[in-house]
C-alpha cells in the first residue's frame, strides 16, 4: 500500500527543485524565495481536494492530531471519546493535552459504535473522536447527532482515509476538524507529514499559531522579525515534504483507481463462497486499503488463517494486531486507575473492550500493495476459497 510503489522522476524533480533553490524552510527568506510555497501550495491543494475552507500542514498524523486539540482547548480533567479500534498515536494525542482517552467500542463496520459512545459520554466530555480505520467510513450520522445532542464537538482522525469519501463528503470534513497522516505506510505518502482541515477560521488561526512556536506568520518581513501570539511547539512541514505532497496529489486518483481494482476483482472472485465482506457504510467511498472479511467466531477465523497460510497467503487476524487495537497496549493499561492531569482514568483492560474483541477477534484481512499483480491477486481468491470451504 505505500505510496513510495509509485515514486518515479515526479518526485525525483519535485525534491531536486526545492534543494536548488536551498529552501527547505516553508517560512524563512521571503526575499530570495522568488514566491515560492511549496507547503503553502501543498495546502491550497489539499483543501481543494477535500473541499476544505482550511488546511494546515504539519509534521506527522500525531503532531496533527495534538495541534487540533490542543487549538480547541484540551486539556487536564477534560475527557475525548475515541476508539479502541485505532493507532495508538489518537490516544497519545490526548494524553499529551493532559486529557483522559476514553475508549469506546467498535461495531462490525470496525467504526465506533454510536451505542458505546453514549454509553461513555459524562459531564466532562469535551470531544467525540471517531477514527476512520482500514480505508472506510465510520457511520457518522449518529456521532453528529450525539455530538449536537450533548452539545460536544466531534472531530476526526482520519489518519487513515486519506481521499476517503462518506457520502460524497470528504471523510475529515464532517466536524470541527480531520486530520490525515502522510508517513511511509500510506498511499498518500511525503515521507512524513501530517494537516488538519477545517471550516473554523478561527480554529484554524489558532492551529496555525500554535504549530509553529506561537509566530504570526506575514511575508512581508522575515521571520525573526515576526510577532508572536503566545506559546507553541514546532511541528512544521519542510519544504521538501510539501513538493512531495504536491505530487502525491496529482497521483490519488491512480493510487485510487489500483486499491479499488484489485479490491473489486478479490470481492468478485470470492463471490457465492458464503464469506461476508466487512460492512462499509459507504462502499464509494472506501479507498479500498484492505479487504475485510467477518467470520462465525475466533475459532473460526484461527483456523480460516491456518488454511490461508497453507495456500501461501494467511490472513491477519485483526484482534491480532498490535499497532491498532488497544487490547495489546501495555502502556495504557499501566495508566489504568491513574491521575492524568489530575482526575482518574478509567480501566483499559482488555475485559472492558469485550464488545470490540467480539468483532476483532473474528475478522480477518488482507492489505495490498498498490501494485497487486493479478498472480497474486489470483492466489488471494485461491486461499479465501480454500479458507471458506474449511471453515464455512
Excluded at 75 to 102: H, L, N, R
Excluded at 140 to 167: A, F, N, Q, W
Aim: aromatic share 6%; charged share 20%.
Amino acid at each position: 500500500m505505500p505510496g513510495t510503489e509509485l515514486f518515479d522522476q515526479m518526485e525525483i524533480d519535485a525534491v531536486c527543485d526545492v534543494l536548488r533553490r536551498k529552501m527547505v524552510h516553508r517560512y524563512s527568506s521571503h526575499a530570495a524565495r522568488a514566491g515560492v510555497y511549496r507547503v503553502s501550495e501543498f495546502e491550497t491543494a489539499l483543501a481543494k481536494r477535500v473541499g476544505s475552507r482550511h488546511a494546515l500542514a504539519v509534521s506527522n498524523g500525531t503532531s496533527a492530531l495534538f495541534v487540533g486539540l490542543k487549538a480547541m482547548g484540551i486539556g487536564p480533567g477534560d475527557e475525548v471519546i475515541t476508539s479502541a479500534f485505532t493507532f495508538i498515536a489518537t490516544v497519545e494525542a490526548i494524553i499529551g493535552c493532559g486529557a483522559i482517552p476514553v475508549l469506546a467500542d467498535v461495531d462490525e463496520t470496525l467504526g465506533m459504535d454510536p451505542a458505546s459512545v453514549a454509553r461513555k459520554i459524562t459531564p466532562r466530555t469535551k470531544a467525540i473522536m471517531p477514527v476512520h480505520m482500514f480505508g472506510a467510513a465510520t457511520r457518522m450520522e449518529p456521532l453528529l447527532e450525539l455530538g449536537r445532542t450533548y452539545g460536544i464537538p466531534v472531530v476526526e482522525d482520519s489518519c487513515e482515509v486519506t481521499g476517503g469519501t462518506y457520502k460524497g463528503k470528504a471523510l475529515g470534513t464532517f466536524g470541527l476538524w480531520g486530520t490525515y497522516s502522510f508517513d511511509p505506510n500510506k498511499y498518500v505518502t511525503t515521507g512524513e507529514g501530517g494537516a488538519i482541515v477545517t471550516d473554523d477560521e478561527e480554529l484554524y488561526t489558532k492551529m496555525e499559531y500554535y504549530h509553529d512556536h506561537g509566530h504570526v506568520h506575514r511575508l512581508d518581513i522575515e521571520r525573526g522579525a515576526e510577532d508572536k501570539c503566545g506559546l507553541g511547539l514546532n511541528f512544521r512541514m519542510s519544504e521538501i515534504e510539501g513538493a512531495l505532497g504536491l505530487v502525491a496529489l496529482k497521483k490519488m486518483d491512480t493510487a485510487l483507481s489500483l486499491l479499488r481494482s484489485t479490491k473489486r476483482k478479490v470481492l468478485d472472485g470470492v463471490a457465492g463462497t458464503g464469506l461476508t465482506p466487512r460492512p462499509v457504510p459507504n462502499p464509494e467511498g472506501d479507498i479500498a486499503t484492505h479487504i475485510v472479511f467477518l467470520l462465525p467466531s475466533a475459532e473460526a477465523a484461527k483456523r480460516f488463517q491456518a488454511v490461508t497460510a497453507e495456500c501461501g497467503m494467511p490472513v491477519g487476524i485483526i484482534g491480532e494486531n498490535t499497532w491498532h487495537y488497544a487490547k495489546h497496549w501495555k502502556a495504557l493499561h499501566m495508566l489504568s486507575g491513574q491521575s492524568i492531569g489530575g482526575s482518574t482514568a478509567p480501566s483499559y483492560a482488555p475485559e472492558t473492550m469485550a464488545q470490540t474483541e467480539a468483532v476483532l477477534s473474528r475478522a480477518v484481512f488482507y492489505c495490498p500493495s498498490l501494485l497487486t499483480s493479478d498472480e497474486t491477486v489470483a492466489k488471494m481468491i485461491g486461499a479465501l476459497k480454500a479458507g471458506a470451504k474449511a471453515v464455512l
